[in-house]
């Protein structure tokens, strides 16, 4: 199993970036693929999942309205959109994979990791 996230990068306070998670060695469609962020002296927090079988996505309600998470399973891939991007958005961005449904992006669910990619929102 491995992930990578890519996308990150400087964009200004209300811009929007799309950050891509893709997945190998392991099909979408039996796995929750969450988002998750770590600002420099802060603690990781969970921003979003969603199961690449039925679809549900879940966000943390810091993003709620703003960020869009989807999966794109034929490319094994899943996105996360971020819009109306805030300075307090900076951070190093995480994908992780869990096998099954999970309902609730805590990161002591996911068992798969990949290296991070940097959003940086200048004010």
């Known amino acids: 199993v491995q992930l990578q996230a890519y996308g990150g990068g400087l964009v200004q306070a209300g811009g929007s970036l799309r950050l891509s998670c893709a997945a190998s060695g392991f099909t979408l469609d039996d796995y929750t693929i969450g988002w998750f962020r770590q600002a420099p002296g802060k603690e990781r927090e969970g921003v979003s999942c969603?199961?690449?079988?039925?679809?549900?996505?879940h966000y943390a309600d810091s993003v709620k309205g703003r960020f869009t998470i989807s999966s794109d399973n034929v490319k094994n891939t899943v996105y996360l959109q971020m819009n109306s991007l805030k300075p307090e958005d900076t951070a190093v961005y995480y994908c992780a994979a869990a096998e099954g449904y999970l309902d609730s992006v805590i990161a002591s669910g996911f068992e798969y990791w990949g290296p991070g990619t940097q959003v940086t929102v200048s004010s």
């Open positions: 969603i199961h690449g079988g039925n679809g549900s996505p």
